[in-house]
């Protein structure tokens, strides 16, 4: 398999391991444009899904914006960002942010709406203030299903964030921009297999986290 | 707990319902069958046939003017041809055209040498198309070059070219022990080409601070040496935004990027004698101040390459 | 050169073309997909073990980004439209086959067995009642599917000017023309949003049993949330709502 050939001699090489183009940075800064992205799909997407799913309103808002930012293709809002802003982060985010704000925000509203409404009636009349019922009863109960609306987001931001490297940023895109241009597989396909294991770390993180944070009783339910 | 829950009470309105799955299978293959009747695409790999020959260019404007201008002098003499417009690069499109996908490719003598043998350094344009000639694909030939130059270079944006009082008559080896606090630009292949960093290393001795991967002198090039993101990026010297935003183009003493005659690169089997003429009866036209002046129109005052590529071969008598 | 729709010469197609090309591009693999993930979706549906590693292998697929792939596959399939619909293909393939594998098994037991009772054999029943009650969990599979295929259609662009409507982008920024590139982002997004509601329609078609209401359950993704739910943070689950790349 030339493959596999192309990936032990992408990593063999010591040239890749060192340096503002080695492995080890532009791993770094995909995982600084990955965080930083999901990060603030997640400051818009989990409070926002919080709330509607709570009060049952503005579903169908919701809906609509969740169709219409998936519409956008990520590659043309880059470009578009780029013109607009120049170079930077910034064109970078709005893509990433856009992809995954839907995932996040639907899975949300849709874990919290269909939360049993038995033990939340009982915890109001228990005297629960609303803040408390949605953190303390509703989200404990939805967190397994918010939890893979945040995953989805995440291996999608990581995957995407690859066309960072159109416009000039760094990333382990930068392995398959230049690796097309200098017609150098070796470098497509060691920046590919980087991408898909990082993809594959996210959702591991994300299946620990799940382990971690979701409460027995609603494991043992789900 | 699915959205199926209510079927089980209707199973009757489920019989005959064979015609569902068919009719959900054919609405999407419909939806896909209806847009593909706008008829044979140009963009299709594949050899040409016959007759037809193919003109391809690599991924930056002026690449793309010419073969529009050869493909219309082609045209005009009724040979029958097809585009197929930014490509690639060059490490792209020569496996093209060696392998007959494209006939027609405009090329810069000096730099595809530079590609085909790393070492060359050729001291004119009659030793470079020999030098070429040696190297190239038996499959393959270079026609006439014209008078046209357009190289790469090693050009300085005005704020640092005047902070290191540098002018149009300084050279890419005054760089040295400026390089290291630079960061130079250009293409993706810039960085791995011989006339890019490789070169700049191996014949000046230089060490740039880093390398930003941008475009082939496009847009990204002239914005990071315009906002300073990049100190010194590869332009190409017919660009006319070099004398818009007064960048600085080094002179280069050692020849690194040779000479870059614009010539054309032909898949010998594709194209006829008729052909051939024609596109030499081109190159005899086609000079520095041409290739600037088409360039500017094109870049500068937003008209259609194909529109400026037609006006000049009508004005030459080519067409 | 000045009106909203007019294209340079080097794009080689009228706007109108760019269209035909973008949907031809986008919606052939995701057909594509489906034929293919019928037949791995049943062969799932009765070797239950064979689920598992069918969605892990789909899951590693689908971390590939769309880039990548093209690239890799310029080497045995040229520059071509070809080469950016087979990863389209794939990723539909991987969007479809646990669409369809939940749909058909959500099928209740005493569904099955009134089928079998009037005599339905196991390949008419699979068409006549099985594939049809699976309907709105197969058509939400190709919502999500249709819509990432017309977002990812323009990274062809990349690969020697094979993204269709994607391609004014490059010419849009290399020649300093910011229309091209609205215009691009704005008709891909259309593009998808028409298709995405053409698919709701059908899905109607398809279930007249099912309610109309103006929230049909679910309201952008029908159903996977609660598959979620049910199948736990498992790598499987994903794929369904990575939706564009």
Request: charged share 15%; hydrophobic share 45%; aromatic share 6%.
């Amino acid at each position: 398999m030339n493959v596999l050939h192309f990936v032990s001699a992408f990593f063999g090489d010591g040239a890749h391991w060192h340096g503002y183009d080695g492995i080890p940075a532009r791993l770094l800064e995909h995982l600084r444009y990955s965080v930083t992205a999901f990060a603030i799909a997640a400051a818009v997407g989990l409070p926002a899904g919080l709330l509607t799913g709570h009060t049952g309103r503005g579903g169908n808002v919701l809906a609509f914006l969740a169709t219409a930012a998936r519409a956008l293709p990520s590659f043309g809002l880059l470009v578009l960002m780029f013109i607009l802003f120049g170079f930077g982060l910034v064109p970078v985010m709005i893509p990433l942010v856009v992809l995954a704000v839907p995932p996040i925000l639907v899975t949300t509203y849709e874990a919290v709406r269909s939360v049993d409404p038995s033990p939340v009636d009982a915890a109001r009349g228990m005297g629960m203030s609303e803040s408390r019922v949605l953190l303390q009863v509703e989200l404990p109960v939805a967190l397994p299903v918010v939890l893979g609306g945040l995953r989805s987001a995440a291996v999608q931001i990581v995957s995407t964030a690859t066309i960072a490297a159109y416009v000039s940023l760094g990333g382990l895109g930068r392995y398959i921009i230049d690796g097309l241009y200098q017609h150098d597989y070796e470098k497509v396909v060691g920046g590919a297999t980087l991408v898909a294991a990082l993809a594959l770390a996210t959702l591991a993180l994300f299946w620990a986290a799940g382990r971690l944070a979701v409460s027995p009783g609603v494991r043992r339910g789900g | 707990m699915t959205s199926t829950g209510g079927s089980n009470r209707s199973l009757s309105r489920l019989s005959g319902t064979a015609a569902t799955a068919a009719a959900l299978l054919a609405a999407t293959g419909l939806l896909a069958g209806c847009s593909s009747s706008d008829g044979g695409d140009p963009l299709d790999g594949g050899k040409a046939d016959g007759g037809t020959v193919v003109v391809g260019s690599n991924n930056f404007p002026e690449s793309i003017l010419l073969a529009d201008i050869y493909g219309e002098a082609l045209k005009a003499k009724g040979v029958k041809v097809t585009y197929k417009p930014n490509i690639g690069s060059r490490e792209t499109t020569y496996g093209l055209i060696k392998n007959g996908s494209i006939t027609v490719l405009p090329e810069y003598n000096g730099s595809l040498l530079a590609y085909l043998d790393k070492k060359a350094a050729p001291k004119s344009t009659e030793e470079t198309t020999a030098a070429i000639n040696a190297k190239l694909d038996h499959k393959l030939t270079l026609l006439q070059p014209s008078a046209a130059q357009d190289k790469d270079s090693v050009t300085l944006n005005a704020e640092t070219a005047s902070k290191y009082k540098l002018t149009s008559q300084s050279s890419i080896a005054d760089l040295k022990g400026i390089a290291k606090d630079l960061v130079i630009g250009g293409s993706p292949e810039f960085q791995t080409r011989q006339q890019g960093l490789v070169g700049l290393k191996e014949v000046y001795g230089l060490e740039f601070k880093s390398f930003k991967a941008l475009d082939a002198g496009g847009p990204l090039t002239k914005e990071a040496l315009k906002k300073n993101t990049v100190q010194a990026a590869d332009i190409f010297t017919t660009d006319p935004t070099i004398a818009k935003e007064k960048f600085v183009v080094l002179q280069d003493p050692k020849n690194l990027f040779g000479f870059a005659n614009v010539q054309p690169l032909v898949y010998k089997g594709g194209l006829s004698q008729q052909g051939v003429d024609a596109l030499n009866a081109v190159s005899a036209k086609l000079d520095t101040k041409t290739l600037l002046d088409l360039g500017a129109q094109v870049q500068l005052d937003d008209k259609d390459p194909l529109d400026v590529a037609r006006a000049w071969l009508e004005s030459a008598g080519l067409a | 050169m000045s009106g909203l729709f007019d294209l340079p010469s080097d794009l080689q197609h009228s706007y109108l073309g760019l269209v035909g090309l973008h949907l031809r591009e986008a919606l052939i693999p995701v057909a594509a997909g489906l034929l293919l993930a019928l037949p791995v979706a049943q062969l799932c549906v009765r070797l239950r073990w064979l689920y598992a590693p069918v969605l892990g292998l789909t899951t590693v697929l689908y971390a590939i980004p769309s880039l990548a792939f093209f690239v890799v596959l310029i080497d045995y399939t040229g520059q071509t439209e070809t080469t950016v619909m087979i990863p389209l293909a794939v990723y539909s393939l991987v969007v479809l086959v646990p669409a369809i594998v939940d749909g058909v098994r959500s099928v209740p037991q005493e569904t099955l067995d009134a089928a079998t009772g009037m005599g339905l054999g196991p390949v008419r029943r699979y068409f006549q009642v099985q594939l049809p009650i699976a309907a709105p969990a197969i058509v939400a599979g190709l919502r999500v599917a249709s819509v990432s295929s017309i977002s990812l259609v323009s990274v062809g662009m990349l690969i020697g000017n094979q993204g269709a409507l994607g391609n004014m982008l490059y010419t849009g920024m290399t020649y300093g023309r910011p229309r091209l590139i609205w215009l691009s982002v704005i008709s891909t997004a259309v593009l998808a949003i028409a298709v995405d509601a053409l698919l709701v329609l059908v899905r109607r078609i398809l279930t007249p049993w099912m309610p109309r209401g103006t929230r049909p359950r679910p309201a952008v993704d029908p159903a996977a949330a609660d598959r979620l739910a049910t199948d736990g943070p498992g790598p499987a689950a994903t794929a369904r709502k990575d939706a564009a790349r």
